[in-house]
Every structure is written in C-alpha cells, then in structure tokens.
C-alpha cells in the first residue's frame, strides 16, 4: 500500500480539524470541502487547501459523493478520511473511493455493508458465540406472529429499525394490546429516515448500561481492543457524557467482553478503528447491540487512558502497516470522561438553541483536552449537529475526574446561546453517577429541569469563601473604591447547581 501524501478530509467541524491535526503531525498535507454556511470555519482555515462544494444543506454539500470525489481527484489527494456522520457509514462511499484509486480510511465497504444491517450483523456474529438479547433473527412482517414470538420472549419487548440509528424507528412495547400500534409506527419512521422499513423484535432489557468497546483490525488479520467506554448517559438515546474505563466492570468481564467485541470484528472480517456496542443487565449479563464502522464521537477518553492517536493509528493501518501492539500489551492508565457540549436548552427538553457565541473560553489546566470547532464570535449553524465541543478531562482516579470535569465545566464560558454544561455538571454531582449505580435512564430517573435552578447547598469552605468576599465588597465601598472593570460569566452558571 502506498504512502499517504494528501489526505481529503470529508467532514466539518472538530471531527475535521482533529483528523488534520494528527495528519500534519505525520507531515500529511491536508484538503478541506466545505459549504456554503461554513466558509469561515476553522477547519476551512487550517487545512493547506479548501473547496467548497455546495449549500448549506448537508444533502446538497457533505453527502454528495461524486461532488467529494471530484475535489479530491482535482486536489490529488491520496485518501479520504471521512470522520463520524456523514458519508461515514456508507458502504456505497467507501466503494467508490476504492473504485477512484483512492484509499479510504476505514474499513471495507463489505464490513460496513454487514454491520450496517442489525439482522445480518447478528447473524454473523451469532457464528462466534457472541451473545445476543432474545429476540428475531429476521425482519418481521406478520404481525400475528410476531405477537406470538414477542408473547414468547416476554413483555416489555423493543421494536427497532434494521437499519439506522440513533433512537429512530425504535419502539418500546410493555403490552400486547399496544404492539400493532407501536409496529405500525416503527415501520414508518424506519422507512421515512432510512428508506427501510425492515424492523425486528427484541427482549427489552429494563435497567440498561451502554458499554462499548473500541477495536483495531489491520488488514494482516490482527485484531486488539482498546477496553471500554461507558456511555449511558443519554438524551433521545444520544449520549451526552462519556467514560473510560467502566466503573462496573471487574477485570474478569472487561477480558470477557473484550474478546467477544474482538470476535465481532472477525465475523466481519474488520480492519481500522471500530466501535462494538453492548447492553449490559442489572446482573451484568452482556449482549451484542451493533457495531458502528467508524471512529467514535467519544474517541478521546480511549486516547486518554491509552496514551495512543487513534486517528494516526487508522492511517497508518490504511496505509497497510500491522499494529504496533498486542492485546497483552495494552494497559489502563487512570480515567477520562468527556462531557459534550452542545447548543441545546437541558431546561427545554434538550431542544436546539442555535445563536453566536458572544462568549467563548475554553477551560484550561493539565487533564483537560477540548476538541472544539469554534471561536468567540462565530455562529453555531442550524443545518448540522448541534455539538460545540468535546471536553475530556483525565485523571488518576475516577473520583478525581470528576473533580476536575466540575472545576473545568465551572471555567468553561460561554454566552450566547444556551448548553448543556449546566445539565452535565448536575450529572457529575448527582448520588447514581458518583456511586456508579446508574443506567441509560438516567434522565428519565432524576433529571427535572427545575433541578438547574435550584440553589446548591453551600458547604463551610464555600461559605466562608461567601463570607470573605461580601466582607471585601464592604470595604471596598467604605474607601469608595472603584470596580475593577467587570466579568461576564457564562450564562449556564445562573442555573449552577
């Protein structure tokens, strides 16, 4: 495989940017596409060159492929990295990157196409004794019998679209009398999102975790993980807050997990980064959800409890090298959560709040990465993602990444626009995420947006700090001294918990 000279990011945003930067750091020159909206975005200044290539709409921009394709033939790049959303996922994509004489930066477009079907993923996985929830093993369609596997299996059952992600055609069905409705609805959103209506019927598991487990193939038939990622805080079963490692899990089934997501990747003959996703039971029981043929949203915490670049490490297996390490020689050091924030409203149903970031500043100090694709003064645009940044702070301890994610969060400023900062530090402060004893429904159990807005409980070392401040104000105004100018705090903090 040839050496990688230029590389055509397809993407926008942090995801962006952090590919570049490990690029430039191997001395790989590097192409933006960008659209319309973002014509002034960071990852549009920092590449060595930039197109763009078409309106705001992501349809009519970031998913175009031939328009992608074209610019990196223009550009003479070598390769496309093509991030996380997007063109990410599509089999079709990595085909034709192939097909140009151009390496993709993923996995096969075979392994993309099987794990890109929830029902031939399992089947494949099934081979390898990887275990899996109870429930069809293809898409149902008679509804009658479906009632009678679903009476089988045992209420609450799950409906769920074939393909696609991210909660959509996704139904959750606790009787029999409700199971015609809930099917019929399924199967629309299923085919109105992605343009399948195929579903299947699963066994839902009642008090959920969401572990996951990053893992590298190479195309020499070498397989590790990278350990896990806990990810059950969710809104709208997005995740919010991300860890690593666990702090359920015991040595014994961190091994057993972790070699059942590397058999997952050998049932699809996987190679590059790649993501296998579990559910995991009040008594630990695990079961294969799906895997997610790409890099990670939360990839970092993996970087920083491992100490490796991820995206180095899928150029560099694109370009045909072996891993660099075995399983036995990968090892966890301390504990790193990341925090997303996003412009959303946590008191308004987590709804969008799209606007300019008068403010922004981002928190410092030794521990804490922010991957962010934004400035003081830019707009965040309503045509994409509404994620700001990515803050991760690392640690020794689990207990001492929290510490820190509160102070970091505390330093983070921001105005303009509404975040969830202030929902996050609720979470890092709440009794179930401290102990560890919570699950995906988190929200649902203790969040009310209320809870923002109520005052914390000041502790003696806060209040005597309250105390030393109001008696310097007082002297202050006794000399009739001036004010020293004045501090704009981030709006978040007026609903500190």
Known sequence: MKKIKKLLVANRGEIALRVMRSARE????TVAVYSEADRQALHVRFADEAVCIGP???????????????????????AIHPGYGFLSENEDFAAKVRQKGL?????????????GSKLAAKAAVAKFDVPLVPGTSEPISDIPAAKKLAREIGYPILIKASAGGGGKGMRIVNAESD???????????????????SVFI?????QPRHIEFQIFGDQHGNVVHLFERECSIQRRHQKVIEEAPSSILTPELRAKMGAAAVNVARAANYYNAGTVEFIVDENLNFYFLEMNTRLQVEHPVTEQITGLDLVKLQIKIAEGEKLPFTQDQLAIHGHAIEVRVYAEDPANNFLPDIGTLTTYKRPQGHGIRVDDGFEQGMSVPFYYDPMI????????TRERAIEKTIRAIDEYEITGLETTLGFCRFVMNHQAF?????????VENYFKPELLKQAPIPDEEM????????????????????????TQKSNWKKNRV
């Open 26 to 29: 191997l001395g790989i020159k």
């Open 56 to 78: 705001a709409p992501s349809a009519q921009s970031y998913l175009v492929m031939d328009k992608i394709l074209e610019v990196a033939l223009q550009t003479k790049s070598d």
């Open 103 to 115: 390496i993709f930066i993923g996995p096969s477009p075979e392994s993309i196409e099987l794990m």
């Open 179 to 197: 199971f015609e409705n809930q099917m019929e609805r399924a199967v629309s959103e299923a085919k109105s999102a992605f343009g399948d209506g």
């Open 202 to 206: 699963e066994k839902y598991v009642t």
């Open 389 to 396: 940044a990515k803050m991760i702070c690392h640690d020794e």
């Open 434 to 442: 401290r102990t560890g004893n919570f699950d995906t429904k988190f």
């Open 463 to 486: 209040l005597t700090a309250m105390l030393a401040i109001e008696l310097k104000e007082k002297s202050r105004k006794t000399s009739m001294e001036p004010a020293n100018g004045t």
